[in-house]
């Protein structure tokens, strides 16, 4: 059973970068074939994309945050982060990472990290 783990401030103050960790255990961020995703859901609204990096340290990005996001990885703790710069309130919401597998049809997410809520506000 993979295990992630999100961490970092929940307060961000506007025009700042956000900064997360996903930690994970039980399974390494460099098995070929899977990728690990970053995904918010703000207060009343569904599920967003926001990019993913691959086993080999390959990255995609969500083209309405491209601009603002970047996604790197510490294979040596067996992690992966996100930062997203430039936030605004409409930043604020719940953001989880997951672990993205090929599935009949397309991709799927076979692990959730619990998610961390992230408050932009002044």
């Known amino acids: 059973q993979v295990r992630l783990q999100e961490s970092g401030p929940g307060l961000v103050k506007p025009s700042q970068t956000l900064s997360l960790t996903c930690a994970v255990s039980d399974g390494s961020i460099t098995t070929s074939g899977y990728t690990w995703s970053w995904i918010r859901q703000p207060p009343g609204k569904g599920l967003e994309w926001m990019g993913v990096i691959a086993y080999d340290g390959s990255t995609s990005y969500s083209p309405s945050l491209k601009s603002r996001t970047s996604i790197s990885r510490n294979t040596s703790k067996n992690q992966f982060s996100l930062q997203l710069s430039s936030v605004t309130p409409e930043d604020t919401a719940v953001y989880y990472c997951?672990?993205?597998?090929?599935?009949?049809?397309?991709?799927?997410?076979?692990?959730w990290g619990q998610g961390t809520q992230v408050t932009v506000s002044s």
């Open positions: 997951a672990r993205v597998v090929v599935v009949p049809g397309g991709l799927g997410i076979d692990y």
